[in-house]
């Protein structure tokens, strides 16, 4: 007993312990759809489009191999590539910035 | 050959199975600080117990040079022994034999001890310290484990299933245990994981340890995976053996009565809660002043500690206590704490343990992690679980009783048997800050000083409402007990349940929010 901390539940301020799993939770972020993420850890084989390059909807930005899949990544919807955060080759984990579209 | 050189020749061919995978192997297990599978059921079994079958048994891999390769025993020992003077079933698997690889023969055994515990309504203990699948046998093992996991399924709820991960426990295997109901786990030895380190560092890239992808600590403490955890193989035997003489040995039977002891005097029951419902308390104290001699036996007491769970005895008869924990996290209910005592609820249903639920929570844990993870379908085992419950249910509310949580801490609405409430008890749709906000919000904002109005309001909430005799003139409280009354309140309670007669409409099977 001991480390205790202010906790509040419906409005009512608690003293209490807090646990780990609680402090280390991940704030929640709003997505940005400009933005492109990895859904799932692998290797960037192949990159299909330039910084810069006009894209439209649907069409592949890069092929992520994951699980022995070759998964693609495709534009959201008609717009420029602004910046690429990946390299072909290179091992991505899950959720990491790769694309961001101006 | 004469009687004499047959039995001789028996004798040889034991001693030979006995020696497992050999000096250097046995050395190596000593060096990893563990004890040898046939220590391990020894030393859980009654002195002399152990009676052991299919020592005989031989692999069946006729491929990669297999063949010619002698797996003593197939790398896992099954038998029948004692605990206490009660019969159980038990396997463990040898790891210096061909790293307790599961192979066909190896997973025949282990089925083979697994039927028997279920005709002979026994307690089935299994120890697993393997390295996986025997993968020159292929398919055939990938079968072996469907065929446990398979009776592992049949079993739950008739007979106990205890596993005790005493080594690695990769893959498919961990599947085992997580179909048990109780899963053992030691420090620096246990280690569970679907996908091991190196797999995780060739595809992923990331680097991790075993003891911290899958360890004993990880178990207990963030997946919830394990019930008990101890720093030692003995302490773990104990445990084992401890837990068994609060459970009964199959759904049929109640557990073993011990003569009644009466709770330990420095536990003072009065002088545990704090009125303040916004200080925090150890309940655990609360549960170790009404049971016999405060031995009060937790699982799970690393694993969503705002929720507390576990045995006691109750003049000498088991009793399954769900409590909230205000020490931690306030003891709100959250997805993991729902988790963890929604299974303990129909464990107890299962095996005909009464549950008394000790209730003191605020709510449930607000937060987008929580929404997003689902505490809706977690939380909903919880109503489900006690709903379902058809053993004696009583409920003793000892300080806060709030909203949703009122409702799923097994109220009469859930068909409590009993619900008893302390004087101080709170039973509301919310503490009052929170009501008086909602309620006074006009009047507050209106006032000359907002803050002391606020004040004002909330106490006038508190007055009339956080008391537990608004629920009592409905009959949702059966009576308001004094603290010091608990004991023999739940004593008499479940005396008077014994012979509950209790029917649901008949099912195959629910659909529980998994």
Redesign the interface.
Known sequence: ?GN?KK????????????????EN????VRPNPKHINSFI??TIVEILVKEGQEVKEGESLMILE??KMKNQIKMPFDGKIAKIYVAEGE?V?NRLLMVEIE | MSLKRNILDLRKRKEKVLQGGGEKAIQKQVAMGKLTARERVTSILDEDSFHEYDMFVEHEARDFGMEKKELHGDGVIIGTGTIYGEPVCIFAQDFTVAGGSLGLMHARKITKIMDHALKMRVPLIGINDSGGARIQEGVNSLAGYGEIFFRNTLASGVIPQLSVILGPCAGGAVYSPALTDFVFVVENISKMFITGPEVIKTVLGEEISMEELGGAKVHSEITGNAHFYALSEYECFEQIKKLLTFIPWHNAKKAKAFPPKPPRPEYKIEEIVPSDPTQPYDIRNVIKAIVDDSDFFESMENFARNIVIGFGRMNGETVGFVANQPLVLAGVLDCDSSDKAARFIRYCDSFNIPIVTLEDMPGYLPGVDQEHMGVIRHGAKILYAYSEATVPKITVIVRKAYGGGYIAMNSRHMKADFMFAWPNAEIAVMGPDGAANIIFRKEILAAADPEAMRKEKVAEYREKFANPYVAAAKGYIDTVIEPQETRNMLLHSIEVSSNKVDGRPAKKHGIPPF
């Open positions: 007993m205790f906790f509040n539940v419906d409005g009512t301020v608690y003293r209490t312990e807090l646990t780990k799993k609680f939770r991940k704030p929640w850890p692998g994951a699980m091992k984990p």
